[in-house]
């Protein structure tokens, strides 16, 4: 067995991310500044879009769209139950209705058929979720959803390319730097987009409501007597969090590549183990973030949550991304929802655990988590 345990996940912080923040925490200005739009810059760079906004978390950045887009009481949202429940909570919170739908039961990306099934002339906003670093079928989304728009959930999609394109090219998506994605900055999101309008609003509510922030009006020479266009929130980024950002999206290929090989040998030595199944990948074009490495624990011996705890006990940590949305007791509640309103998201919300993935685990790390499955289940 193991000595050390060994998490399902840790950040990848090195000596050039510690260096980026110190050089911050010298330089007399903390808050967002030059970092934010230096992270900004890079990240739009990477996608091919035109405008990005940081934020204090992908979750402020939802919270803010469906403002500026007024989406409210007696409009619907689109998106998968399958996904962090925080998207479905901001839609909830400005008053309108999450439509939960139906993913595919081995890749767990969003089914377009079932994202067309449940449009309604008060659908307002679709929104994907690229799951554990692989690409949803956008042109079969976007070719049902007509004019209806669609912002993509890319918080597991550094790095993730959809037909040779990266993730949010031409179009709007929303990113997390929360400290498990492949990219951190301890708690960070950005909106990316090419749309001016919407950049241009993002980036008012974001700060006050005032068209400028503290950065443009001293640095920048504009003027110091901005006012509120509208009201608006605080969701900026700190300058110290944007110079890590920055620091490790610069090393994104580098940590990817890691991943990615770690994932490979995974598949590998668990292709005889019918009990583990990890996650098939989809038919079309892609490139893969792995953000996560998820099995299906299906075995008539042990369930789900007994292998997560026998895993523990031999020092291997896993995680559960995610029990399904519509399921969890405030949305069974609010909405009725009852067990069998989406078998195949529902058979994963019970099957599925994240095992241990990140860049500098070694490939004897994963041996001994693929050892300690083994010793699990026989
Ligand atoms: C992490 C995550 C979010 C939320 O990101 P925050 O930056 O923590 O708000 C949204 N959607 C998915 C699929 C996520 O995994």
Not at 148 to 154: N, R
Not at 162 to 179: D, M, N, Q, R, T
């Amino acid at each position: 067995m193991r000595k050390e345990f060994l998490p399902f996940t840790r950040p990848s912080v090195n000596e050039s991310d510690i260096a980026a923040v110190s050089e911050v925490l010298r330089s007399g200005w903390i808050t967002n500044g030059p970092a934010n739009a230096g992270f900004e810059a890079a990240l739009a760079g990477l996608v091919g879009n035109r405008y990005a906004v940081a934020l204090s978390s992908a979750t402020a950045a939802m919270h803010l769209l469906l403002k500026v887009m007024q989406i409210g009481p007696g409009d619907e949202v689109i998106t998968p139950s399958m996904t962090w429940v925080s998207i479905a909570n901001m839609i909830e919170l400005a008053g309108a209705k999450p439509i939960f739908v139906e993913v595919d039961r081995d890749t767990l990306l969003v089914r377009p058929d079932a994202v067309a099934a449940a449009i309604t002339p008060r659908t307002k906003l679709i929104v994907p979720v690229h799951f554990a670093g692989a690409p949803a079928d956008l042109d079969a989304i976007r070719q049902v959803a007509k004019d209806i728009p669609v912002v993509e959930d890319a918080a597991h999609a550094v790095g993730t390319f959809y037909k040779g394109g990266h993730i949010g090219k031409h179009h709007s998506a929303i990113f997390s730097f929360h400290a498990i994605k492949n990219i951190t900055c301890g708690e960070g999101g950005m909106f990316v987009t090419d749309d001016e309008a919407l950049a241009t609003a993002m980036r008012r509510w974001k700060f006050h409501g005032i068209a400028m922030d503290a950065f443009d009006r001293q640095n920048r020479g504009r003027s110091p007597q901005a006012e509120v266009i509208s009201p608006g929130f605080k969701y900026n980024l700190t300058d110290m969090q944007a110079a890590l950002g920055l620091n490790q999206l610069k090393r994104w290929r580098e940590i990817n590549a890691k991943r990615t090989q770690l994932a490979m040998l995974y598949r590998e030595l668990f292709a005889d183990m019918p009990e583990i199944r990890p996650l098939g990948d989809p038919a079309y074009d892609f490139i893969h973030a792995w953000h996560l490495f998820i099995v299906r624990v299906d075995s008539p011996k042990l369930d789900r949550n007994t292998f997560m705890a026998e895993m523990k006990a031999r020092n291997i940590g896993t995680g559960l991304h995610f029990r399904c949305a519509h399921l969890q007791k405030y949305y069974r509640e609010a909405y009725g929802y009852q067990p069998g309103t989406l078998p195949d998201t529902e058979y994963n919300s019970d099957h599925i655990t994240s095992l241990p993935l990140f860049p500098d685990m070694t490939e004897d790390d994963v041996r001994d988590v693929v050892a300690a499955a083994r010793e699990v289940l026989a």
